[in-house]
């Protein structure tokens, strides 16, 4: 008869290398049910919705954070956003249990919204535009000078797309062309709205920018690169 002491079971769990296995599996189980227990605790929401869509945002401190929802702890939390070349800004989020916070505002740099008019970076145009106006949810003040720039820019585009290219010229008695302006919109450059103006000279000027006008531009809002035929 086998001894009970020294069956192939009772041999195997002797071994070292097994005791230190199921301790360790054990070890595992334990802390999967402790990070279970505490994500229960995050019991609020804090939603993120910042433009520049890559804007760096820390909470409390701690860096990693994007657009998206995150499950928090109730408590009081500091929510800093910064992006290159733009004023910063800092939030206090007040959460409580069950309960859903929306944080959603834009950085610009001293009311400048150059950022904004780039081609690479026209998706947070279109992200501004969402949030930026007065029928909606920011977290931070309304800003009027926003919606004006988001105004400008959506009119400006449409007459960009629809009333170009322009032309102007004048005529001597003897029947040659004396001045003669064209204006067209100009892909090469790293603007959205920008316009290639062919001139006569530099004395031409002027009559783009009355060309412009008549059609209802802004010619702040764009850049224009001048070429004398």
């Not at 230190?20 to 229960?40: G, K």
């Not at 956003?81 to 409580?96: A, C, Q, R």
């Not at 780039?118 to 998706?123: A, F, I, P, R």
């Not at 105004?151 to 629809?162: G, K, M, P, S, V």
């Amino acid at each position: 008869m086998q001894d009970e002491s020294t069956t192939p079971l009772k041999l195997f769990f002797r071994k070292k290398w097994v005791r230190i296995a199921l301790i360790a599996d054990a070890v595992v189980v334990l802390v999967i049910v402790i990070m279970l227990i505490i994500d229960s605790m995050k019991t609020a929401v804090l939603e993120l919705n910042i433009v520049p869509l890559d804007s760096q945002i820390s909470v409390n401190g701690n860096t990693g954070y994007s657009n998206g929802k995150y499950r928090m702890f109730p408590g009081v939390y500091e929510v800093e956003l910064n992006y290159p070349g733009m004023e910063s800004k800092k939030i206090t989020v007040d959460l409580s249990h069950k309960d859903a916070a929306l944080t959603s505002t834009f950085l610009s740099g001293d009311d400048d919204f150059y950022h904004y008019r780039l081609k690479e970076h026209y998706d947070d145009f279109v992200a501004l535009s969402k949030i930026a106006s007065a029928n909606h949810n920011q977290t931070t003040d309304y800003d009027i000078s926003a919606e004006s720039f988001i105004a400008d820019f959506q009119r400006n585009y449409y007459l960009f797309t629809t009333q170009l290219p322009a032309t102007y010229s004048e005529y001597g008695d003897d029947g040659k062309m004396t001045k003669y302006v064209t204006v067209r919109s100009n892909d090469d450059c790293e603007i959205t709205l920008c316009l290639s103006a062919v001139i006569f000279s530099e004395e031409d000027k002027p009559i783009v920018k009355n060309l412009l006008e008549g059609k209802g531009f802004n010619v702040k809002d764009f850049e224009i690169e001048y070429d004398i035929y």
